[in-house]
């Protein structure tokens, strides 16, 4: 009982705090409450005994690319942005479409009544040391996706050096 | 113990309002952190899964998707950076240079 309890306040929270993000008309009003939806999403991580993702949510997310993000909004000048209007002409065809993706997502995960449908849950215990577990199965099993995701790092890192330069010489 | 279904619905709930806010806002600022919005949707179903199995596979594709969204932000705040630069706009539909 305790545990929904407690996934029910996250992802209350997680959603509530998610559509303020695309709601809110100050670009740092919407950073503060992904942030907060971003903690929740962390919470529900530690909730399934997932200890190093949440440290890694918290660190990563949270500490890197939401202070990224609050750099490049402090740094443009969004004083005129924040009086114009704030959703697009094609408005009521973009909500039609998500209505068809809500109808699709609806109808899948209620499947004729017999929700998802998963395959039968294998007996094997839980991994007691979950850092460990998952420095096993990223170095062993997914070393070469290891070496592409660094590659990608190195790639974005030359490219954002290069497009937030001023002149290419 | 939580149903997975729970993970889901709450995967599905928050890719949606993503997907709103990529479709609707004009603020391009506003459309990148609406698609980190999908990829927390996302890692939330894979860690819903992984736990299900009994296996960390799902929390090592986590990882590998937080990754990418490292790199997403970097290639597209820098690009961010250089358009506001040349057209001094922030809203998506004035980028128009590639129109006629």
Known sequence: MLPLIAFGILSVVALVSAILVITRRNAVHSVIWLIVTLFAVGGIYLMQH??????????????????????VVMLVNLDVAVRQAQFRRQWQLALFTVLLLVGQLAYVLYNRGRGLDLPARPSLPEPLRNTQAVGQVLYQNYMLPVEIASILLLVAMVGAVIMAKRKLE | MIPTEYYIFLGSGLFTIGVIGVLTRRNVLVILMSIELILNAVNINLVGFSQYFRAVDGQVFAIFVITDAAAEAAIGLGLFIALFRNKETVNADEIDLLKW
């Open chain 1, 50 to 71: 997932a200890e190093f993702l949440f440290a890694v949510q918290i660190i990563l997310y949270v500490g890197g690319i939401m202070v990224l993000f609050l750099f």
